[in-house]
């Protein structure tokens, strides 16, 4: 396992250490943007830090194969995505997204699942960037070396339907879903055709827009609160949203708040919701 050289206990770094840091040798900037499925006309950011890398799990490093969307491909597959990014062993990765902060959460927590922990999230991403002056450019950089990043450990922090199924009844694992109460509790239609309306059996609805505020994550002794308030502390918590991108988020607060058995379920509703064999509940009115 790698250790990390970012000073923090949040899994973050602010724009200003990132501008002083921006041309250190084993620096690489990741962007992991991606389109908000749920408001897709949501105003985004535009530009590319200077050297920023395109990391898009949605189309390039994912499991192709797959029925559900940004499905995390094998260990094999990863590693040799990551390699054509040009990151090495001893790279040190700083992630961001354009909406301030909605997928980057994803990036870390793939490459956490890979026993990589040298990699920080952009505090307020490029909304926060810009708004403190620093320049954007219009092109990704290129990588023109391949690197020579392995895959440490597949952690299994990515569950599937069948460990979430078993889930539902254990008293020591709490399954928590990142959408909106309209979509949680059967109210709202799914955005993605073909999606029943509703929630997996004794789960709880903890949004993940009320984890932040513009764009940043909240601090530390807030998410402690928050998820004290949600759960007596489980030994596990398995996080779900749409389809495995803002689960993310949750996972990341929970880590921050200090909880260390953190699972995502990778396939989250547009597995679930699409699966008629698959148990579903609806809160009334």
């Not at 189309?59 to 040799?80: L, Q, R």
């Not at 993940?208 to 909240?218: D, K």
Request: one cysteine or more; aromatic letters at 10%.
């Amino acid at each position: 396992m790698t250790n990390s050289v970012f000073d923090n206990t949040d899994f973050q770094v602010d724009c200003t250490w990132l501008k002083q840091h921006l041309d250190d040798t084993n620096l690489v900037v990741l962007d992991a943007s991606m389109d908000n499925p749920v408001n897709k006309s949501k105003d985004q950011s535009c530009g590319v830090i200077p050297g920023a890398i395109r990391f898009d799990f949605s189309k390039h490093i994912v499991d192709v194969s797959a029925a559900s969307p940004n499905t995390m491909p094998s260990a094999h597959v990863f590693e040799d995505k990551i390699q054509q990014l040009g990151i090495n062993q001893d790279s040190h990765l700083v992630v961001y997204d354009k909406q301030g902060l909605f997928s980057a959460a994803r990036a870390w927590f793939m490459f956490k699942t890979m026993g990589f922990d040298n990699v920080a999230i952009l505090r307020g991403g490029l909304p926060a960037w810009q708004q403190q002056g620093f320049d954007v450019v219009e092109s990704y950089a290129i990588p023109t070396v391949k690197g020579n990043f392995k895959v440490q450990q597949d952690k299994q922090l990515f569950v599937d339907k069948h460990y979430v199924l078993n889930a539902i009844n254990n008293d020591d694992i709490q399954i928590v879903d990142a959408r909106g109460y309209g979509r949680f509790s059967g109210q709202e239609a799914e955005p993605r055709e073909g999606m029943r309306s509703g929630h997996i059996p004794n789960s709880l609805n903890l949004h993940y827009a009320s984890l932040l505020e513009q764009g940043e994550l909240l601090n530390k002794a807030t998410l402690k609160q928050i998820f004290n308030e949600l759960v007596p502390a489980p030994k596990e918590f398995i996080f779900s949203c749409g389809s495995g991108v803002t689960a993310c988020i949750l996972a990341l607060a929970a880590e921050v708040a200090g909880f260390d058995n953190v699972k995502v379920y990778d396939g989250s509703w547009s597995e679930w919701g699409k699966d008629k064999l698959l148990p579903i509940d609806t809160v009334s009115n």
